[in-house]
């Protein structure tokens, strides 16, 4: 049997199909897309399998979790190993309460000092004060948080 080469398809003469090289190429292009579709749908399927084993305390602890979430184990493995992955795509953030604490420690360290040294505090300076205070607290407290994320 004789192959008539049209690109890169054959087709046997019998069969009576005669495409042009512009139709072969528009029928690859079609496959091409069809399969880059489908590749890129199949990538949003959940197919890798990520496991662990527990002690039978761990499991426990986990089980109770699990039921007062009402979820099922895999939802809810799922669902911590995101926000894990996204808390360390956001990096370390201090708390609400680090930042006040924060604040009220650079406060003290600022107005006592003065205070010790019997220096008398304008108005304005004590605002300039506290307006520093709130700029800085976030930047200072995160510091911290790093500090203590960085620690063994």
């Known amino acids: 049997m004789r192959l008539k080469e049209i690109g890169r398809l054959g087709f046997p003469e019998e069969t009576g199909v005669n ?68 808390r360390d795509r956001r990096g370390v953030k201090a708390s609400a309460e680090l930042e006040e604490i924060t604040a009220v420690r650079l406060l003290l360290v600022n107005l006592l000092r003065p205070a010790a040294t019997g220096q008398p505090m304008p108005v304005k300076t004590f605002e300039a004060y506290i307006a520093e205070t709130n700029k800085r607290k976030g930047e200072v407290a995160r510091g911290i948080a790093e500090e203590h994320a960085a620690q063994p």
Request: without cysteine.
């Open 19 to 86: 495409l042009s090289g512009m139709e072969v190429r528009s029928m690859i292009q079609e496959d091409a897309e069809q399969i880059a579709a489908r590749v890129a749908k199949r990538a949003e399927f959940r197919l890798h399998h990520v496991g662990t084993k527990l002690n039978e305390r761990e499991l426990g602890e986990f089980e109770a979790l699990r039921a007062k979430r009402q979820q099922t184990q895999g939802e809810l493995i799922r669902g911590l190993i995101l926000a894990e992955i996204e």
